[in-house]
Structures are given as C-alpha cells and as structure tokens.
Nanobody
Framework: QVQLVESGGGLVQPGGSLRLSCVAS????????MGWYRQAPGKQRDLVAQ???????YYADSVKGRFTISRDNAKNTVYLQMNSLKPEDTAVYYC??????????WGQGTQVTVSS
C-alpha cells in the first residue's frame, strides 16, 4: 500500500512560491521526524528540511530563509512552503522520515520546476 503521497508541485517563475504537501500513514507519521528531500537531474537525493514531532526544524543552507517546513499531526501531513524560488530549486521533491529512519519505499514525489 502507498504510504507516502506528495503533491503541490508545478511550474513557477523565479521568485515565485509553492506549497508542497505530503500525506503519510499514521503508523509512519506519528511520533517521527519527517523530512523533505529533493533530487535534481544527474544528482543524488539530498535532505532539504526536516521537522520533529515536537516542531523542531532543520534546513539545508541552500534553502534557509526561503523554505519553511511544518506539520499537522492530526492530518498526518507535512508541508513545505517554498518562497523566493530559484532555478536551482528545480527537482523532484519527496518526503520521508529522517535520514536515520528512511523508509525503503519512496513515494512518486512531486516535480518542482522553476523557470522563466
């Protein structure tokens, strides 16, 4: 069964904004740190941001100040608000648990393309 479902991606111009959503099964989500990862063409998949069950956050230097991660524990959903988007943000974005507890089966991800 599908356990991670990402949505909200699209095509935006530089400087634009998008809000990504990830819905996870309750058994996967509850009590766990969740993260957003991205993979650009020809590059490895890297952690962008993560948030603990209590709301503590981490951001990669490349997105700090522009992206905000949040979660709604009642809805088993984690969000990524992306502002001031740059062409180098173009990638497929995925959600999963933190780097030490990554689920083997990734979702399909959601494509974010930043281009003029």
């Amino acid at each position: 069964q599908v356990q991670l479902v990402e949505s909200g991606g699209g095509l935006v111009q530089p400087g634009g904004s998008l809000r990504l959503s990830c819905v996870a099964s309750g058994t996967i989500f509850r009590g766990n740190t969740m993260g957003w990862y991205r993979q650009a063409p020809g590059k490895q998949r890297d952690l962008v941001a993560q948030i603990t069950s209590g709301g503590s956050t981490y951001y990669a230097d490349s997105v700090k100040g522009r992206f905000t991660i949040s979660r709604d524990n009642a809805k088993n959903t984690v969000y990524l608000q992306m502002n001031s988007l740059k062409p180098e943000d173009t990638a497929v974005y995925y959600c999963n648990r933190d780097t030490l507890h990554i689920l083997r089966d990734w979702g399909q991800g959601t494509q974010v393309t930043v281009s003029s």
